[in-house]
């Protein structure tokens, strides 16, 4: 099997956890915080972390635009909670000047599961991941308000989408990289891998 090159964009965020669970998954992992090192890598993670905080560092490093040129080139990308967000193309209620790099056709609403749960786990069957259902670990989780005709909705919560993925992206609302089960990790691993033929 290859050995994909995975970035982990590593501007805030849970970038140490995600490395861990690549590796885990037999992927390189590589920290990303410069377009240069954004040209070496086959795939990238987007952690979960502050989305308004991760916006704002990848517009001061120049890595905005980078960003969204490999998306839309066709670079495969997970985001993980604030990851989830940056790859949504649009934000419900967005901090003003936050910027996302957009590729999923989908609208995500920030903090969406209110104060009081706020933090919490659930068991999530999520399509595409065999032998059984995912612990997911939802911190301050943005949820998926609305998706288009090309997003493909892979898990839900309380009826509204966690994960979703379109073609080689691929974003969850919760914290795979937190729970040591790396199959997420794996199924985005395997996305990487197909576009090295
Ligand atoms: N609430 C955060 C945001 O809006 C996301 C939280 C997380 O990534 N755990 O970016």
């Known amino acids: 099997m290859s050995t994909p090159t995975v970035g982990v964009l590593a501007l805030q965020g849970d970038v140490r956890e995600h490395f861990a669970a690549l590796s885990a998954v037999g992927a390189q992992a590589r920290a990303v915080r410069r377009p240069e090192e954004l040209a070496e890598v086959d795939g990238l993670v987007i952690p979960g972390g502050e989305s308004t905080t991760i916006s704002k560092l990848a517009i001061a490093f120049g890595l905005l635009e980078p960003l969204r040129e490999r998306v839309r080139a066709g670079m ?20 003003s000047e936050q910027e996302t790099v957009g590729g999923i056709d989908m609208i995500v609403r920030r903090n969406a599961f209110g104060r009081q749960n706020e933090s919490f786990e659930a068991a999530l069957e999520v399509a595409g991941v065999d032998g059984g259902p995912v612990e997911g670990v939802f911190i301050r989780a943005p949820w998926v308000e609305s998706t288009g005709a090309r997003a493909q909705v892979l898990a839900t919560y309380d009826g509204h989408p966690v994960a979703v993925r379109q073609d080689r992206l691929l974003a969850t609302s919760f914290h795979p990289e937190l729970t040591g089960d790396h199959r997420v990790h794996a199924l985005f691993a395997g996305m990487v891998r197909t576009t090295l033929g």
């Open 76 to 95: 495969p990308a997970y985001g993980s909670c604030a990851g989830m967000i940056m790859l949504a193309d649009k934000i419900l209620d967005p901090r």
